[in-house]
């Protein structure tokens, strides 16, 4: 497995597998019209405003994880998925792409990662507390973390 920034190549491939999971495993009701963020990836998280990675297996994108620098030293994790067929200690997928997104926070000198998730994410529940986030009170967010609709869950981990 690799772990690499973002190319427009792998556009289609992320999109259907973060649809997939969003949509087909847990019934979420977001679409892509919901997540203008996957039709202008560069635009959103590149010069300066963060990062996008994928995991990749033989050049096939099977996990995505991306940060957003928000102000006063904070950035907040959006779209980490992993293809369920490459979940778990074995492959620990999200693992290294969390660790991408952790390391290239501290070289860039963010101070504390927040991440909003909904409640039917249980798993992801207890891979980020895990990983040494904490569970916050929404009011406990910065002002410029963009909440999305399906997001009931939230979380911090301080850095540096």
């Not at 997939?20 to 495993?25: L, T």
């Not at 980490?80 to 620990?92: M, P, S, V």
């Not at 929404?138 to 609709?149: G, R």
Request: hydrophobic fraction near 40%; include cysteine.
């Amino acid at each position: 497995m690799q772990i690499k920034s973002y190319e427009e190549k792998y556009c289609d491939q992320l999109t259907k597998l973060i649809l997939g999971v969003q949509q087909d495993e847990f019934g979420v009701a977001i679409t892509l019209d919901d997540q203008p963020d996957l039709m202008d990836i560069p635009g959103h998280y590149f010069d300066g405003k963060g990062h996008f990675w994928v995991a990749l297996q033989d050049d096939v994108v099977i996990g995505t994880i991306a940060v957003l620098f928000l102000e006063n030293g904070h950035a907040a994790i959006r779209k980490l998925f992993t293809d369920a067929n490459f979940r778990g200690k074995e492959y620990q997928t999200g693992q290294k792409l969390l660790d991408a997104l952790e390391a290239f926070c501290a070289e860039n000198g963010k101070n504390a990662i927040y991440l909003g998730t909904t409640d039917k994410f249980k798993a992801a529940h207890r891979f980020y507390e895990k990983n040494g986030y904490e569970e916050i009170n929404k009011t406990d967010l910065p002002e410029d973390f963009h909440i999305l609709a399906v997001d009931s869950k939230f979380y911090r981990k301080n850095v540096n």
